[in-house]
Nanobody, 116 residues
Framework: QVQLVESGGGLVQPGGSLRLSCAASGSIFRLNTMGWYRQAPGKQRELVAVITFSGGVTNYADSVKGRFTISRDNAKNTVSLQMNSLKPEDTAVYFC?????????WGQGTQVTVSS
């Protein structure tokens, strides 16, 4: 089992920035791809950003390209999401995700609210 704990969510004004972090623990041996998803009320959970183990390949949703940056520190078993130029449309619960030996794991989610 893998446990994922997010931190860094909160309330921010449009145009502001937040940095989300996710710490992985438990059975982290062979932990592979990690990423961030988000889900707004009434909408399906969607991919925000994903990063491979080496960090050499990343993928972003079109709506966040140029504004969000995903990174990981394998020595610390953490994944971060730097969010800049935030928009009200970014308001959602953000979930950390990990893939290990074909199994998917999710964090509990952290609320991000962008509002003036």
């Amino acid at each position: 089992q893998v446990q994922l704990v997010e931190s860094g969510g909160g309330l921010v004004q449009p145009g502001g920035s937040l940095r989300l972090s996710c710490a992985a623990s438990g059975s982290i041996f062979r932990l592979n791809t990690m990423g961030w998803y988000r889900q707004a009320p009434g909408k399906q959970r969607e991919l925000v950003a994903v990063i491979t183990f080496s960090g050499g390949v990343t993928n972003y949703a079109d709506s966040v390209k140029g504004r969000f940056t995903i990174s990981r520190d394998n020595a610390k078993n953490t994944v971060s999401l730097q969010m800049n130029s935030l928009k009200p449309e970014d308001t959602a619960v953000y979930f950390c995700h990990a893939l290990r030996m074909g199994a998917r794991y999710w964090g509990q989610g952290t609320q991000v609210t962008v509002s003036s």
